[in-house]
């Protein structure tokens, strides 16, 4: 019994300037278009970013592109949901409850599996 040995196709010889250009150019629109959709994707994103640490007189008052220009942030939305000010239920109790939920939901399962 004979077996047959192909030959590797040689290697690729270095493809001129211009034609690489055009490859490149030929590919561009749909970066581009991919570029154009992340951005577009992500605006919603860093406007929820943006507001997050604005004052609320601030978020009533104008939209989040101009906190960009004004750079007034602060961290006292973050500091009131985690410390409860205002709230019957302490947040750290919000986090117990999803893990007591969420670590037999997904051990008992694998576990069957």
């Known amino acids: 019994m004979t ?3 192909r030959e590797l196709p040689a290697a690729r010889q270095r493809e001129s300037v211009s034609a690489r250009l055009v490859e490149f150019t030929g590919k561009a629109p749909v970066h581009f278009a991919l570029i154009l959709i992340s951005v577009l994707w992500l605006v919603p994103t ?3 970013f943006v507001t997050s640490f604005r004052d609320r007189q601030d ?3 104008n939209g989040w592109w101009n906190a960009i220009f004004t ?3 602060t961290p006292d939305n973050y ?3 985690l410390t409860s ?3 019957t239920i302490p947040m750290y109790q919000n986090f117990i409850n999803s893990f007591i939920i969420t670590i037999p939901s997904t051990i008992l399962p694998v576990t069957i599996a």
């Open 3 to 5: 077996t047959a040995v």
């Open 46 to 48: 860093v406007g929820l």
């Open 59 to 61: 978020i009533l008052s």
């Open 71 to 73: 750079l007034r942030f």
């Open 79 to 81: 500091i009131r949901v």
């Open 85 to 87: 000010v205002g709230t």
